[in-house]
């Protein structure tokens, strides 16, 4: 079977044979593959009336230890989502009700962010779905070409530098 970027490295090969174009057969795919998954998943998203910034905000309220209370600088280190993006994406959450954010009762300066009950809610019945997604985004894997997937992509992912202080929440850059 042959798929476009099997195309491109051809044509490659063709034009420039001085040159080893074999990194293109992982990138382009990572590429593709990045385009087709984030199609299927802002599908499930809006399902929800989520866009995938606001679904990860939410998760990782969820995901956080009880009471579910994160700063923005928090919610940017442990989400996906930008620091650009953590301010305004919580304007959109807060004005929908699906978050709060109130000033820490230790320093007034600081504000954490929690769900509400809605937000709660919202997450609880979207992640499933996203679950589901997922699983049949990968259904071609068995799940030990999913583990050495997921381990191949992990130490690409660490040799540039993309890691987390398990003690701070931060990561190297993204």
Do not use: C, N, Y
């Not at 962010?113 to 985004?137: M, S």
Request: aromatic fraction near 2%; avoid cysteine.
């Amino acid at each position: 079977m042959t798929d476009h970027v099997d195309l491109v490295l051809e044509q490659w090969g063709a034009r420039r044979p001085d040159l080893d174009v074999s990194p293109m057969a992982v990138i382009g795919r990572l590429k593709r593959l990045t385009r087709l998954v984030e199609a299927e998943l802002r599908r499930t998203f809006a399902e929800h009336d989520l866009d995938p910034a606001s679904f990860d905000v939410l998760a990782t309220l969820r995901r956080s230890a009880p009471p579910h209370l994160l700063t923005p600088a928090e919610l940017m280190r442990s989400s996906m989502v930008t620091s650009g993006a953590v301010t305004q994406r919580l304007d959109r959450l807060e004005a929908r009700g699906l978050v709060a954010r109130t000033p820490s009762p230790t320093d007034g300066r600081v504000v954490q962010v929690a769900l509400t009950d809605a937000g709660h809610a919202l997450i609880d019945r979207a992640l499933p779905d996203h679950l589901a997604t997922e699983e049949r985004l990968l259904a071609a894997l068995d799940p030990a070409r999913r583990d050495t997937l997921a381990e191949a992509l992990r130490d690409l992912l660490e040799s540039l530098g993309d890691t987390i202080d398990r003690h701070g929440g931060g990561h190297g850059s993204r």
